[in-house]
């Protein structure tokens, strides 16, 4: 389940299961939007990105949705692996060249 | 492709001096470089915008005196933090855009000042 830590959320999935990360983005201007993955004392790893133009995009495991309407971003992330136990940010870009970055999410893996 | 890294990994200094961190785009010229601090458990906070051959542009409450940003060429950008402090200790990761709005990250900078 979730629970909310200090600064980072916290969703905890079973191996195997599929996981749900959630965003929700300040800025209506904003077009594009990018997942990243971090993992400790690493910099952001790039997971997938979306266009406003779209509500879907598939990757490799993994889905982001868009609802540009209540503003919300989500990555769902199939048949979670232990290596998957990162924290997840999302960012926004209203059309400058600067990223916004989410609170994040840390994702914990249980075996 | 699409490679950055960053110099050095890790550093610890004394209060008061000044340390330089280097952000360098392997495999690709970036016109923008970008500058975010990280304090644990927290989100990247953006600190500069980085443009080859002009001055940076640094985001509200970012001092710019403190924090010196050097884009000399479209592969380097520099970080030097001046008469650093413990509250200075952080996470320092670049980031470089090299055509249209996709940036990539470097692995990251940890400073730590005693």
């Known amino acids: 389940g979730e629970s909310v830590g200090l600064h980072l959320p916290t969703l905890s999935v079973q191996e195997g299961d599929n996981s749900i990360i959630n965003c929700a983005y300040s800025?209506?201007?904003?077009?594009?939007f990018i997942w990243y993955k971090q993992e400790s004392g690493k910099g952001p790893q790039f997971i997938i990105d979306?266009?406003?133009?779209?509500d879907k995009r598939q990757g490799q495991r993994v889905t982001v949705l868009l609802n540009k309407t209540v503003k919300h971003l989500s990555l769902q992330i199939a048949a979670t692996q232990p290596g998957d136990s990162a924290v997840y940010f999302c960012a926004e870009n209203a059309g400058t060249y600067k990223y916004i970055f989410g609170t994040g999410t840390r994702l914990k893996v249980l075996a | 492709g699409a490679v950055v890294s960053q110099h050095p990994s890790r550093v610890i200094c004394k209060s008061g001096t000044s340390v330089k961190i280097e952000c360098r785009s392997l495999d690709f010229q970036a016109t923008t470089m970008f500058w975010y601090r990280q304090f644990p458990k927290q989100s990247l906070m953006l600190m500069a915008t980085?443009?080859?051959?002009?001055?940076?542009?640094?985001e509200q409450g970012v001092e710019k005196d403190k924090f010196l940003i050097n884009h000399a060429s479209l592969t380097l950008s520099t970080l030097t933090v001046t008469s650093a402090h413990p509250e200075d200790s952080s996470f320092y990761i670049c980031?470089?855009?090299?055509?249209?709005?996709?940036?990539?990250f470097g692995p990251g900078t940890r400073l730590t000042v005693t």
């Open positions: 979306i266009r406003s133009n779209m």
């Open positions: 980031s470089a855009r090299r055509a249209g709005r996709e940036q990539y």
């Open positions: 800025n209506s201007a904003s077009d594009y």
């Open positions: 980085s443009n080859e051959g002009s001055k940076a542009t640094y």
